[in-house]
């Protein structure tokens, strides 16, 4: 029986994309800064980090697919922040971003991660951003070295 499980370690030619929401800027770029230092400190070079800004959490799918057809990236780390409203207008936002990270992720086979808070208010996200459940795009950056190292590993 084999077992096959991801750790930190990356190809040092690896190139890692960070692509960002403006929207909600101030927790996105909270997310951004903790994804580049947990990427850096786990040995990948600035030179090998490209980040990407789009104007909100909708476009994010769209920008993820061309950058994964391009397949310059060992991996695409999306982060946002999208926040409840008044309408369901966050709803639409949230889930049709999700279901489009997943497709980009299973129609190109690079590894997408969502680090798209979707959260109920502002509190939450900060929270998230660097608070008290500490920095979600540190954890994303994680996840995606160990993605990286995993379909390596696999047949």
């Not at 994964?68 to 780390?77: D, G, Q, R, T």
């Not at 279901?99 to 980009?104: I, Q, S, W």
């Not at 939450?124 to 990286?148: C, I």
């Amino acid at each position: 029986m084999s077992h096959y499980e991801g750790d930190l370690r990356t190809p040092e030619s690896a190139r890692f994309a960070i692509l960002a929401s403006r929207w909600n800027a101030r927790i996105t770029d909270t997310l951004v800064a903790g994804a580049r230092l947990s990427l850096a400190g786990n040995g990948i070079s600035e030179a090998n980090i490209d980040v990407i800004r789009v104007p909100g959490a909708w476009e994010l799918p769209l920008v993820a697919a061309r950058l994964a057809a391009a397949h310059e990236h060992a991996a695409i780390l999306t982060l946002g922040c999208v926040i409840r409203g008044d309408t369901r207008h966050y709803e639409h936002v949230a889930d049709r971003c999700a279901e489009g990270l997943m497709r980009v992720q299973l129609d190109f086979g690079v590894p997408v991660l969502n680090g798209v808070l979707a959260v109920e208010r502002v509190e939450d996200a900060e929270a998230r951003a660097g608070g008290s459940h500490g920095n979600k795009g540190e954890e994303v950056a994680l996840a995606a070295l160990e993605m990286v190292n995993l379909l390596e590993q696999l047949p």
